[in-house]
């Protein structure tokens, strides 16, 4: 079976553009000689810029070494916010830029953005006003991006809004509104939404070095992991949206670069609802350290998080330390009747943030800023790092002007104010398992038409079917198990034991689409099981036969 036959294009289904197709890809990266816009790194940022550059009319190429979202743009706290506690630090600008974004998402990513009700629990009388005033200046900074008015509740109703708080010394709580999505979702929304704009997306092509001439940056070589060859690619700018890895490129650029970057990792754990049935979040605005810790309802699982733990070094898979685990357990049994223990957490994984390297070492990631930096260098290379999943918009629109200056292109204004999202719908459906694909979910269900056997559910206790395994890897360049279950769909994040089990089918089910044989398989299962038992406590064995 031909790839290109089987995953098709976006010209072979009218009224659909923006599928991802990696020979496409390819095929158009051999073809142009001079790229506006080389992007590196397939994150928020990467994917931001990709779409603002090409929504400009501008050539646009991002390569990413893993696969989209692989590293910090798929462990987030899943929130679309302007930031309780930045206010709280004075940083006034920065929760007004995101608050006002964070309605522009909603606006332009409807089937991904949903308005969320927040509750503060209180447990002092002075603690409620103090909430209750910092929320007022919340909602007011939002304007006409509101997403509804903070409020306070009274005992009584607080314990019907979350059943399962602890009751002990409660005087009431203090409600308001913010946004939720799904991270991993969007950034394939962004990739798909920057390709029917015009640019090209490859993932697991890694850019290896940079070619300069009179000191300044005019190519890239790039590396295909998956294809095994490489490709010099000339471009009148390159920009560095590696996120906690900037400093890698930046040395690549000028060896003797200090770090720009000091990475903060943060965690989560992930619980049956059991422990938290309310369709509200929780909040908790001052843990022992004085961080700020959520539960949320997130796919039929309530997500709690998350920590901020200093490292020295970036990993492209980080894992938890027992002292993060242990701290957000200890915490939230201080706010749940129902008690989570270590052998509750059906799934736990670690994000690295990219913040801002401080001037003085003081030790404590509380002090640098969440901010984002735009830096050029003497060498024209344009480096966009920091910031957070709810201001990309923002920060790709600031790094396509530097863009224009350093590669003196033709100016064009930023248009991604008023640019749906790919798969935006009018009135999505919250009840349908596939309304996250928005327009997409058509797609989908026509698969099943062809072929109803793809119905069958991947693993009986999660909504996920055969048929989205097939949509990823057609139109969504899924290449492995782990872009399938750790990102297209969620079910890795979720419930670590549940994706093992369920990984035999999905591998087989790419082999299929993709024409790999059994050793492939083979291959893909060792990966991804041992990938997989890094998000959980204690090691799961599975050992599951493969029917081909």
Not at 58 to 71: H, N, R, S
Request: with cysteine.
């Amino acid at each position: 079976m031909n790839e290109t036959k089987q995953n098709g294009t976006s010209a072979d289904l009218p009224g659909m553009e923006g599928f991802l197709n990696r020979n496409d890809s390819l095929e158009k990266l051999q073809s142009q000689t001079v790229w506006d816009l080389i992007i590196i790194g397939g994150g928020a940022t990467g994917l931001g810029v990709a779409v603002d550059a090409a929504n400009r009319g501008y050539a646009t190429l991002l390569l990413e070494q893993c696969d989209f979202a692989k590293g910090t743009s798929s462990r987030s706290t899943k929130l679309v916010h302007g930031g309780v506690r930045y206010l709280a630090q004075g940083n006034i600008g920065l929760v007004y830029d995101a608050l006002h974004e964070r309605g522009l998402l909603l606006k332009n990513a409807s089937h991904i953005v949903k308005r969320q009700a927040f509750i503060i629990p209180c447990y002092g009388v002075l603690s409620k006003f103090k909430y209750l005033i910092g929320l007022k200046i919340y909602d007011w900074l939002s304007g006409t991006f509101s997403f509804g008015r903070s409020s306070f509740i009274n005992r009584k109703n607080m314990i019907k809004a979350l059943p399962e708080i602890n009751t002990k010394g409660l005087v009431g709580g203090i409600k308001y509104f913010d946004g939720q999505f799904d991270d991993a979702r969007l950034a394939i929304n962004l990739a798909q939404t920057s390709v029917a704009q015009g640019a090209v997306v490859l993932n697991y092509c890694k850019v290896s070095k940079l070619a300069k001439k009179g000191g300044k940056i005019q190519a890239v070589t790039a590396y295909d992991m998956e294809k095994s060859r490489e490709y010099q690619l000339r471009a009148k700018t390159v920009i560095n949206a590696t996120g906690v890895f900037v400093d890698d490129i930046l040395q690549m650029d000028k060896p003797e670069t200090k770090p720009l970057v000091r990475p903060s990792q943060g965690i989560h754990l992930v619980f049956d609802k059991s422990f938290f049935t309310s369709s509200n979040a929780l909040m908790i605005p001052k843990t022992a350290d004085g961080r700020v810790l959520f539960a949320v309802p997130w796919h039929d699982h309530v997500l709690v998080g998350t920590t901020d733990t200093p490292l020295n070094k970036p990993t492209i898979e980080p894992k938890a330390l027992d002292e993060e685990v242990n701290f957000i357990l200890k915490t939230m049994q201080q706010y749940l009747s129902k008690l989570p223990t270590k052998k509750d957490v059906l799934s736990v994984f670690a994000g690295l943030r990219p913040l801002a390297a401080p001037q003085k070492e003081t030790g404590n990631t509380k002090e640098i800023s969440r901010d984002h930096k735009l830096i050029v260098s003497e060498s024209g290379l344009i480096t966009i790092t920091g910031g957070k999943w709810t201001t990309y918009r923002k920060m790709a629109e600031e790094t396509v002007n530097a863009a224009i200056k350093v590669g003196n292109l033709e100016p064009v204004p930023c248009g991604t104010k008023q640019l749906a999202i790919h798969g935006s719908i009018t009135t999505p459906s919250s009840d349908d398992a596939l309304s996250i694909y928005g327009t997409d979910q058509e797609g989908i269900k026509n698969l099943v038409l062809e072929n109803p056997s793809l119905l069958k559910k991947l693993i009986e206790e999660l909504p996920y079917t055969q048929a989205e395994v097939v949509w990823s890897v057609r139109h969504e360049m899924a290449r492995t198990v782990e872009d399938v279950l750790a990102r297209r769909l969620r079910i890795l994040f979720l419930d670590a034991k549940a994706a093992m089990n369920a990984a035999p089918k999905v591998a087989e089910l790419i082999a299929k689409e993709l024409n790999r044989d059994e050793h492939w398989i083979a291959d893909q299962l060792e990966s991804f099981y041992s990938l997989a038992n890094n998000y959980l406590l204690e090691p799961y064995h599975q050992i599951v036969a493969v029917s081909h």
